[in-house]
């Protein structure tokens, strides 16, 4: 069975600061994708990486995936309370399976 | 807009009668999701359509769950004898589960876009 582990499960810093979490696994995945989901709404994927190594940035959003594909990082510069919410990673295998999410990280960003 | 819609988007039921949950995919995705979350928690993977035949079942919790996907498009997740340990948020997605070739010749879903759905959230009293 594949897991994702997210860190931290909770973080609360001011506007402005900069920040990173992180998505880690035992397994090997062939993509990896980012989501943000607010109260009362599902999931919005804010990107998919594929290859081991792999930086992509999205605005104040930076994505890595790790070289060894089992592990990744986002890091927001900046963050704005509209930075807030649940950040969730999933990954995908090789074989056709499902995308397995982690449990998520709840941000806060405090004006 | 054409997004995911899901029906209700609240249901509080008692302990033991019989709930379904509906799901609207985005038109034209022949896959669909169902997964559930319960309060602050990631998203656990129930089933998966591909059209209307399920080819992973292996989240359903229990035989107590259910779903069927009628015309490629509408999905029915069936909850029967609801327990209080059912309550969570019901999300759905869909997407256009695109396949590409894997080094080793097998296919595997490419960079796959999930669109979802608002969520049900049941409560079983």
């Known amino acids: 069975t594949q897991l994702l582990e997210q860190s931290p499960q909770f973080l609360s810093i001011q506007e402005g600061e900069n920040l990173t979490v992180y998505c880690n696994s035992s397994s090997v995945f062939s993509s990896l994708q980012w989501y943000r989901q607010e109260p009362g709404e599902g999931p919005v994927l804010l990107v998919t990486v594929v290859t081991g190594g792999e930086v992509k940035k999205l605005k104040r959003l930076t994505f890595q995936f790790g070289d060894a594909r089992k592990d990744s990082s986002l890091h927001i510069t900046a963050a704005q309370p509209g930075d807030t919410g649940l950040y969730l990673c999933?990954?995908?295998?090789?074989?056709?399976?499902?995308?397995?999410f982690g449990p998520g990280t709840r941000l806060s960003v405090l004006p | 807009g054409a997004g995911v819609s899901q029906s209700p988007s609240n249901k509080v039921t008692e302990k033991g009668k019989d709930v379904e949950l509906r799901c609207d995919p985005i038109s034209g995705h022949t896959a669909l999701y169902w997964y559930r979350q319960s309060l602050g928690q990631g998203l656990e993977f129930l089933i998966y359509f591909q059209g209307n035949s399920a080819p992973d079942k292996s989240g359903l919790p229990s035989d107590r769950f259910s779903a069927e996907r009628t015309g490629g498009s509408v999905s029915t997740l069936t909850i029967q004898r609801t327990q209080q340990e059912d309550s969570a948020v019901y999300l759905c997605?869909?997407?256009?589960?695109?396949?590409?070739?894997?080094?080793?010749?097998?296919?595997?879903?490419?960079?796959?876009?999930?669109?979802f759905g608002p969520g049900t959230r049941l409560t079983v009293l």
């Open positions: 999933a990954g995908a295998g090789n074989y056709g399976q499902n995308f397995v």
């Open positions: 997605a869909s997407s256009l589960r695109r396949y590409s070739a894997g080094t080793s010749g097998g296919a595997f879903p490419s960079t796959d876009t999930q669109y």
